[in-house]
T-cell receptor, first 113, second 115 residues
Framework: DQQVKQNSPSLSVQEGRISILNCDYT??????FLWYKKYPAEGPTFLIS?????DKNEDGRFTVFLNKSAKHLSLHIVPSQPGDSAVYFC????????????FGTGTRLKVLA | NAGVTQTPKFQVLKTGQSMTLQCAQD?????MYWYRQDPGMGLRLIYY???????DKGEVPNGYNVSRLNKREFSLRLESAAPSQTSVYFC??????????????FGNGTRLTVT
């Protein structure tokens, strides 16, 4: 049972436009959500996170939105740059003490120059 | 600051052979994790260690064992490798501070092929 889902395997966006990556989760105990970026032959690197007490968190060009009632989060990248081309993973965890982070299957973003 | 270091970077095994993947972190983190990444499957948790001296199963633990050697090191062992264990393996760590959440920090991975 996939508790964290990224239903779009790939996304192409023109440079300068907005990229929107989506993630859905099923476990209502999840209360901390993260986005990671991964380049080929490297490990995932942390991008941005959000706690369930917030519905938005912004860091430069990156904004994460959380809709708890829909169990949905999204990552907005504005403006998109060619260097943003990578695989993006969302992840979720619960503060109820299990310390486990569950990841989605990833979305490959390609930003076209 | 090296962060999370994994060795080896690449490995080819024959079916039935054994090997240990090594992981060390120098960030004084409490928790350590092993994930595998497969096409279309994302990152799946194999085992984790919430703190020194403890280990727990993740989503896909079968065929693996782990050892939390000390606070810095967390190894993953394949006793009898199978082709289904061909994957990229990532080690990660994070600091636990009270009940606050914190992100995982990943190593650069070990690419394992079992023939």
């Amino acid at each position: 049972d996939q508790q964290v889902k990224q239903n779009s395997p790939s996304l192409s966006v023109q440079e300068g436009r907005i990229s929107i990556l989506n993630c859905d989760y099923t476990n209502s105990m999840f209360d901390y959500f993260l986005w990671y970026k991964k380049y080929p032959a490297e490990g995932p690197t942390f991008l941005i996170s959000i706690s369930s007490i917030k519905d938005k968190n912004e860091d430069g060009r990156f904004t994460v939105f959380l809709n708890k009632s829909a169990k949905h989060l999204s990552l907005h990248i504005v403006p998109s740059q060619p260097g943003d081309s990578a695989v993006y993973f969302c992840a979720a965890s619960s503060s109820s003490g299990t310390y486990k982070y569950i990841f989605g299957t990833g979305t490959r973003l390609k930003v076209l120059a | 600051n090296a962060g999370v270091t994994q060795t080896p970077k690449f490995q080819v095994l024959k079916t039935g052979q054994s090997m240990t993947l090594q992981c060390a972190q120098d960030m004084n983190h409490n928790s350590m994790y092993w994930y595998r990444q497969d096409p279309g499957m994302g990152l799946r948790l194999i085992y984790y260690s919430a703190s020194e001296g403890t280990t727990d199963k993740g989503e896909v633990p079968n065929g693996y064992n782990v050892s939390r050697l000390n606070k810095r090191e967390f190894s993953l062992r394949l006793e009898s490798a199978a082709p289904s264990q061909t994957s990229v393996y990532f080690c990660a760590s994070r600091k636990i501070q009270g009940v606050s959440n914190s992100p995982l920090h990943f190593g650069n991975g070990t690419r394992l092929t079992v023939t």
